[in-house]
C-alpha cells in the first residue's frame, strides 16, 4: 500500500512524506525538509508520525525552501539522504557525517519498499530532479520547482495513481503584483515555476485513466489563490472542482491512499 501526506508546501517551507506498507515492513520516506527541528516535529505529531518513524530522505534541489531542515535532521536521526551529486554539493551535504546516496536522472532505486525514480527538470538550481514513487502497484508523481516541463517530464508522469503538481502562480497575479521585475522574470522563466496555466496544459497531455488522487502544489501566497490553482487543474482533468486538493504552506496535505 503507497500512501502520502504533504507537511507544508511553498516559499516558507517544503515536506513530504510516502509510505509503502507491503504487509510485513514499513518505509516512510521524508521528501525534502524544509522546516527547523521543532517545526518539522509539529508537522509530523499532526500526522502521527515523529522523525524517529523516518527511514531516509530524498532531496529534490538545495534551494533553502526544501533544504533548511535535513542537516541536522538527519545528523541527528542517523538515515541516509538521496540525492543527485549536484544537489548534494549545492546543499552542502557531501560530510562525513552525513550517509549520502546518489541519485542520477532516470536510474530508478529501490530505497525499503519504496520504488523511486527521479527525472530531471529545469529549474535555477544545480542538478534538480524529480520524483514518482512506487510500491510496485501504485504510483505517485511529484513535480513542484520546475520552468517548462517537455516531452520527458510528460512520459515520466504518465498513468499516475497520484499527483502532486506544482501551480506556483496566476499570470495575469505575478504580472500585475510587486515584485520587482527581475523576481518576475524568474519566476515567469523556463527555469523559474509552474503557472495555473502551464499545470493545466501538462495535465491535459497526461494519461489520466488511473489518476485518482490529484493536489495542487507551491501555491505562491503573493501571486496565487487556491481556487485559480483548483479551477485551471479541474479543467484540464475534466474533474470538479472540489477534487482537487491544495496544499498549503501551514496545513499541507493530510494522508491520501494513492
Not at 512524506?17 to 514499513?26: A, C, Q, W
Not at 527581475?182 to 495535465?203: P, T, V
Request: glycine fraction near 8%; aromatic fraction near 4%.
Amino acid at each position: 500500500m503507497l500512501r502520502f501526506c504533504c507537511l507544508g508546501s511553498g516559499s516558507e517551507g517544503n515536506a513530504l512524506v510516502v509510505e509503502v506498507h507491503d504487509g510485513l515492513t514499513v518505509t516512510r520516506l521524508l521528501v525534502d525538509n524544509g522546516f527547523g527541528p521543532r517545526a518539522l516535529a509539529r508537522r509530523l505529531a499532526r500526522v502521527r508520525l515523529s522523525i524517529d518513524d523516518l527511514d531516509a530522505v530524498v532531496v529534490t534541489h538545495e534551494h533553502s525552501d526544501h533544504v533548511a531542515g535535513v542537516c541536522a535532521l538527519v545528523k541527528k536521526r542517523r538515515i541516509a539522504v538521496f540525492a543527485s551529486a549536484g544537489t548534494a554539493r549545492a546543499a552542502r551535504v557531501e560530510t562525513e557525517e552525513i550517509d549520502l546516496r546518489r541519485l542520477r536522472d532516470g536510474e530508478p532505486v529501490a530505497i525499503g519498499g519504496v520504488g523511486v525514480t527521479p527525472f530531471a527538470v529545469a529549474h535555477d538550481a544545480a542538478e534538480p530532479l524529480q520524483f514518482v514513487f512506487s510500491d510496485g502497484d501504485r504510483r505517485l508523481g511529484l513535480l513542484t520547482d520546475i520552468g517548462a516541463p517537455d516531452a520527458t517530464v510528460a512520459r515520466a508522469l504518465d498513468g499516475l495513481d497520484a499527483l502532486i503538481l506544482e501551480c506556483n502562480h496566476d499570470l495575469r497575479m505575478l504580472a500585475g503584483g510587486d515584485y520587482p521585475p527581475f523576481l518576475k522574470a524568474r519566476i515567469a522563466g523556463d527555469r523559474g515555476h509552474l503557472s495555473n496555466l502551464q499545470a493545466a496544459e501538462l495535465l491535459a497531455q497526461l494519461d489520466r485513466s488511473r489518476l485518482r488522487v490529484l493536489a495542487a502544489a507551491h501555491l505562491s501566497r503573493h501571486n496565487n489563490r487556491p481556487e485559480l490553482a483548483r479551477r485551471a487543474l479541474a479543467q484540464a482533468a475534466s474533474c470538479r472542482e472540489d477534487d482537487v486538493h491544495v496544499a498549503c504552506q501551514h496545513e499541507g496535505l493530510p494522508w491520501f491512499d494513492a
